[in-house]
């Protein structure tokens, strides 16, 4: 594990991290380029895999074949890796029993690497390779990328819109005829806030309607619907980029409203928005 983070997590940061063995300083620095780099947690979700044993079986024949010894060997050879000691002798066995899932973790990845396999590259086809299902982070990379984007939001970026009802009837007859949804000001506004902004954005290549509003105390806030063919989700909270969001899914469409208010208070709007959607 590497212990400087002036530069991009490894994997064996990764792992150490999915084990939960960096202090809160390595952890603030992991989570911080997880935030930004969609490939870094793609390669994190791929090492949660493995190390949860949903793709145990595609590497038990590569980890039988190699022996442990020269995998330490290369282990140590990485760039970057340091190996933890013991503090005390008496304490090596637990620490070797500790780090051992993340060698065996580690080894997987070298046999894919001198195999020829890049990991980024291997996500694509993991179906044909291996024979199983690898489960889509579509549902979550569209609202992390929603919430990154609206946390560069401040309250000037709509203040200077003007609150009249006629461009707002256009704005939301253009976004709902691009999601199969009609969309009016009366379904949409919210007390105590103002409605400011409808337009259409595109994310993996689907549609993605922003309904922008700004609230006088707790500044700018959006309701966001994305056409994937989403599930029934029923109403959930989660934090994202600083931002609370309260999201769910119906008819093919998944919704999120997400801002700095509280979540009760965001919990509420959404519970009024949820019903008025519903077709």
Same mark, same amino acid.
């Given at each position: 594990m590497t212990t400087s983070s002036a530069g991009r997590p490894t994997d064996a940061d990764l792992v150490a991290f999915l084990d939960r063995e960096l202090s809160p300083v390595q952890v603030q620095w992991v989570e911080s380029w997880l935030a930004r780099d969609a490939a870094l947690r793609r390669r994190l979700d791929l090492l949660g895999r493995v190390g949860g044993g949903h793709v145990k079986e595609a590497f038990s024949a590569l980890l039988a074949a190699a022996p442990e010894a020269r995998l330490k060997a290369k282990l140590l050879a990485l760039p970057g890796y340091r190996p933890e000691r013991p503090a005390t002798p008496w304490r090596k066995p637990?620490?070797? =029993?500790?780090?051992?899932?993340?060698? /065996? &973790?580690? /080894?997987?990845?070298?046999?894919?690497?001198? /195999?020829?396999? *890049?990991?980024?590259?291997?996500? %694509?086809?993991?179906?044909? +390779?291996?024979?199983?299902?690898?489960?889509?982070?579509?549902?979550?990379?569209?609202? #992390?990328?929603?919430?990154?984007?609206?946390?560069?939001?401040?309250?000037? !970026?709509?203040?200077?819109?003007?609150?009249? +009802?006629?461009?707002? @009837?256009?704005?939301? =007859? =253009?976004?709902? =005829?691009?999601?199969?949804?009609?969309? &009016?000001?009366?379904?949409?506004?919210? %007390?105590?806030?103002?409605?400011?902004?409808?337009?259409?954005?595109?994310?993996?290549?689907? %549609?993605?309607? #922003?309904?922008?509003? &700004? @609230?006088?105390?707790?500044?700018?806030? /959006?309701?966001?619907?994305?056409?994937?063919?989403?599930?029934?989700?029923?109403p959930s909270t989660e934090q994202r980029a600083g931002l609370n969001i309260v999201h769910w899914a119906s008819h093919g469409r998944a919704f999120?409203?997400?801002?700095?208010? !509280?979540?009760?208070? *965001?919990?509420?709007?959404?519970?009024? &928005?949820? #019903?008025?959607? !519903?077709?």
């Amino acid at each position: 594990m590497t212990t400087s983070s002036a530069g991009r997590p490894t994997d064996a940061d990764l792992v150490a991290f999915l084990d939960r063995e960096l202090s809160p300083v390595q952890v603030q620095w992991v989570e911080s380029w997880l935030a930004r780099d969609a490939a870094l947690r793609r390669r994190l979700d791929l090492l949660g895999r493995v190390g949860g044993g949903h793709v145990k079986e595609a590497f038990s024949a590569l980890l039988a074949a190699a022996p442990e010894a020269r995998l330490k060997a290369k282990l140590l050879a990485l760039p970057g890796y340091r190996p933890e000691r013991p503090a005390t002798p008496w304490r090596k066995p637990w620490l070797w =029993a500790r780090n051992r899932p993340r060698l /065996a &973790l580690l /080894a997987a990845g070298i046999a894919i690497f001198m /195999a020829g396999m *890049l990991i980024d590259r291997l996500l %694509p086809e993991w179906r044909e +390779v291996v024979g199983i299902e690898v489960a889509s982070d579509n549902e979550d990379e569209w609202r #992390q990328a929603v919430a990154e984007y609206m946390s560069l939001y401040t309250p000037e !970026t709509l203040s200077g819109i003007a609150d009249e +009802v006629p461009p707002k @009837d256009r704005e939301l =007859a =253009a976004v709902g =005829a691009k999601l199969g949804i009609h969309l &009016l000001p009366s379904s949409v506004s919210l %007390p105590g806030v103002a409605l400011k902004r409808a337009q259409i954005l595109e994310y993996d290549g689907k %549609p993605l309607g #922003q309904i922008a509003y &700004l @609230d006088p105390r707790d500044g700018v806030m /959006a309701l966001c619907i994305y056409a994937d063919s989403h599930q029934e989700i029923a109403p959930s909270t989660e934090q994202r980029a600083g931002l609370n969001i309260v999201h769910w899914a119906s008819h093919g469409r998944a919704f999120m409203l997400v801002g700095r208010k !509280t979540m009760p208070e *965001l919990r509420e709007l959404a519970s009024v &928005l949820s #019903q008025r959607l !519903t077709l």
